[in-house]
Nanobody, 119 residues
Framework: QVQLVESGGGLVQAGGSLKLSCAASGSIFSRSAMGWYRQAPGKLRELVAVITTGGTTNYSDSVKGRFTISRDNAKNTVYLQMNTLKPEDTAVYYC?????????????WGQGTQVTVSS
């Protein structure tokens, strides 16, 4: 069973920075595309950033240029560096692992970590 454990959330003033971490148990990390999603109250969960097994990254337009996703396969950890935070970045941030090997497909979620940006 794979577990994803997020950390690093908290309360920060607008313009500040936070770095989220997501540690994965199990042996699938290096074969997984890792993503960060977020869900604000009353809104749908949305993709923030994704990094493939090869290190290719993609970002939502709302965070491009401010957030950076990275991964450390040796530590089974994915990070999200968030700079120049805005009140609209306030949400619960979730880590996600997706991948496939042969006929086996997986899609795992973490429990989420709250990020609150005050104006």
């Amino acid at each position: 069973q794979v577990q994803l454990v997020e950390s690093g959330g908290g309360l920060v003033q607008a313009g500040g920075s936070l770095k989220l971490s997501c540690a994965a148990s199990g042996s699938i990390f290096s074969r997984s595309a890792m993503g960060w999603y977020r869900q604000a109250p009353g809104k749908l969960r949305e993709l923030v950033a994704v990094i493939t097994t090869g290190g290719t990254t993609n970002y939502s337009d709302s965070v491009k240029g401010r957030f950076t996703i990275s991964r450390d396969n040796a530590k089974n950890t994915v990070y999200l560096q968030m700079n120049t935070l805005k009140p609209e970045d306030t949400a619960v941030y979730y880590c996600n692992a997706q991948g496939r090997r042969g006929l086996t497909i997986w899609n795992y979620w973490g429990q989420g970590t709250q990020v609150t940006v005050s104006s």
